[in-house]
């Protein structure tokens, strides 16, 4: 009964407030106003009058999200769950920790310095730092989490080295002792502290504190000692390629390694400052051996500059080791024992020629006929055979099976001696025209029928001439058709050998092709409806050739002329003696002579 009052008080307390806004003008405030508990802190007074900046209607966890949209740094910390507020477990409210409407001089954000655990903050106190006041780094005026967190920013005032060496102070000292410095010069600089380096203390090389911008070439500290008792400054600036860093007298440089010209013989044995007299980087010297020993050169540079393919630098005097086979003219055979001068007139060796031709052209039994290039078929181990050397498959006509006999002598081809090798015929007839039985009526290609196995075997394809072998024709022998050796003299045409067989004594001229074929005589085929202007009918088609085709056909022609009119066989079988004319068709047809065909009358109209 008590809830049920309360109830009912406050629903008639709203309703009394809610007509008296209603009542109210237009600056009247508004009704969140009139409930506000409290006034707001003085941070937050400019949304006083706008709630909603603030507040979300009947949704109390929308608050948050609006606090985050002011205080982003904080929003943005719960975000990533870095800072203070991202560390917080759980995650609470805003107004659980912080609540508003306690008036102008309010704080609403209450910090235990005490016990405070900075644990949950970016900046984990180490060392000496956490026995530092709060306020020395939070000052009076900033937010907490604007405190510096690099070194010089609380201690550019003890920084004896001036910023000298940057703000990264955490990589030499730590929170425990600042002059305790823990640096590794060998992974922090591009300049490692080896050997007696790594004695020297850092004034010496740091003066006045000078840290950046250190030197790190060898002249940069030790100048003075190469002006005063070293090479003045003639071998460069490039020290270590030579000394180094445990003993400043122990010499590393390797002559044969380090450079593109090994020290060889006596060159071991000479001081570095016979050949290099200038400046070492500035004077680059030649390799050649001619730029030093020119004085010495006993040829007056007729074989070149190039002394170390004779000459060694164990002693320039020792025998000459030049190698002939590195040459254009390697020596071979009996070129091995001939002596130099035989070759070399002068001491102009390279102007010595390397054709055969030039010392042997006394030699040459072929007296030039071949060419110059002796050794196509000569070679060095003897002047008289060409065995290995000569290939007369290399040539335009190349040796095979019967001509490749050793029967056959080079002789037998090659009339008029070693001067007349060039420029034989290469064609059959040339060498076999007395052996041609043909008596040169099949032409020079003796290759088309014979091979060169054996001059009797042939392989004559007669489908290739202009008559080919089909039926019974095949299996003829060739003397049948060719009485002898002169083919081509053989006619085409049937009667040329057939015609005493000609049952029709010529009636029908010589083209027996026309009816008869090459697989049997017998066997034959005209058709004379197709093959003539005179189709045969009725009884014509049940007579022989021979009772039309009585005359011999003329010279030229298949048939002698026959004419198309009945009177031209019929005349002696017309009772009519000629009274009705010769268009015996009118009335007569080739079925029956008898037999009158009354298309024509007599009578008129």
């Known amino acids: 009964m008590r809830t049920d009052a309360l109830t009912r008080l406050w629903y008639f307390t709203l309703v009394c407030v ?344 006394k030699d040459d039994k072929h007296e030039g006929t071949l060419g110059k290039a002796c050794a196509d078929c000569h070679a060095e181990k003897s002047w008289k055979t060409t065995e290995g050397r000569f290939d007369h498959d290399r040539t335009k006509f190349a040796l095979r099976n019967a001509h490749a006999s050793s029967k056959v002598a080079c002789s037998d081809c090659h009339k008029g001696g070693l001067k007349h090798l060039r420029g034989t015929p290469v064609t059959c007839v040339s060498c076999h025209k007395k052996d041609d039985k043909h008596e040169g009526t099949q032409g020079p290609l003796c290759e088309q029928c014979h091979g060169d196995k054996d001059w009797k075997a042939t392989a004559f394809d007669h489908a290739k001439t202009r008559f080919p072998l089909t039926g019974r024709h095949r299996d003829v022998v060739c003397s049948s058709c060719h009485a002898t050796k002169r083919f081509k003299d053989v006619r085409l045409e049937c009667v040329s050998c057939h015609l005493k067989a000609d049952q029709h004594k010529g009636k029908f001229g010589t083209r027996c092709e026309s009816c008869h074929n090459a697989r049997h005589w017998r066997s034959w085929e005209f058709n004379h409806d197709r093959q003539t202007r005179y189709p045969l009918t009725g009884s014509h088609a049940r007579a022989r050739c021979e009772a039309c085709h009585t005359r011999p056909a003329p010279a030229g022609r298949s048939i002698a002329d026959v004419g198309q009119r009945c009177v031209d066989c019929h005349l002696r079988d017309d009772p009519h003696d000629g009274e009705f004319g010769q268009r015996c068709d009118q009335c007569h047809s080739t079925g029956r002579w008898i037999q009158i065909d009354k298309r024509f009358s007599l009578s008129s109209e």
């Open 18 to 361: 809610l007509s008296l806004a209603g009542c109210l003008g237009v600056h009247a405030q508004s009704i969140e106003s009139v409930l506000a508990p409290g006034e707001l802190i003085a941070g937050h007074v400019k949304v006083e009058n706008d709630c909603s900046s603030c507040h979300v209607r009947f949704n109390p966890k929308g608050q948050d999200a609006l606090c985050m949209a002011c205080h982003k740094e904080v929003g943005q910390d719960i975000k990533t769950k870095q800072g203070f507020h991202g560390r917080l477990k759980g995650q609470p409210t805003c107004r659980s920790c912080h609540t508003d409407h306690k008036g102008r001089q309010a704080r609403i954000v209450d910090l235990d310095r005490k016990h405070f655990d900075h644990r949950q903050s970016d900046y984990l106190l180490k060392g000496k730092h956490q026995e530092v006041a709060c306020d020395k780094c939070h000052v009076s005026g900033r937010k907490y989490w604007q405190a510096p967190m690099d070194c010089l920013s609380c201690h550019k005032k003890d920084d004896v080295h001036k910023s000298g060496l940057g703000g990264k102070c955490a990589d030499c000292h730590h929170e425990f002792d600042w002059k305790d410095a823990r640096f590794d010069h060998d992974k922090k600089t591009r300049f490692a502290l080896l050997d007696k380096h790594d004695q020297v203390k850092c004034d010496d090389c740091h003066a006045n504190g000078r840290y950046k911008d250190t030197p790190r070439t060898c002249v940069g500290c030790h100048k003075d000692d190469d002006d005063k008792k070293g090479h003045k400054g003639r071998y460069g600036t490039q020290c270590e390629s030579c000394h180094k860093a445990s003993s400043w007298k122990d010499l590393v440089f390797n002559h044969d390694v380090d450079t593109d010209y090994p020290l060889r013989g006596k060159h071991r044995k000479v001081e570095c400052s016979d050949c290099h007299t200038g400046p070492l980087y500035k004077q680059k010297l030649p390799q050649q051996c001619w730029a030093c020993h020119k004085q010495d050169d006993k040829h007056k540079e007729t074989l070149g500059r190039d002394c170390a393919s004779c000459h060694s630098e164990s002693s320039w005097k020792d025998p000459p080791r030049f190698d002939h086979a590195k040459t254009r003219f390697p020596l071979l055979g009996k070129h091995l024992k001939t002596d130099c001068k035989d070759c070399h007139k002068s001491a102009l060796y390279k102007e010595a020629p390397t054709d055969c031709f030039a010392c042997h052209q």
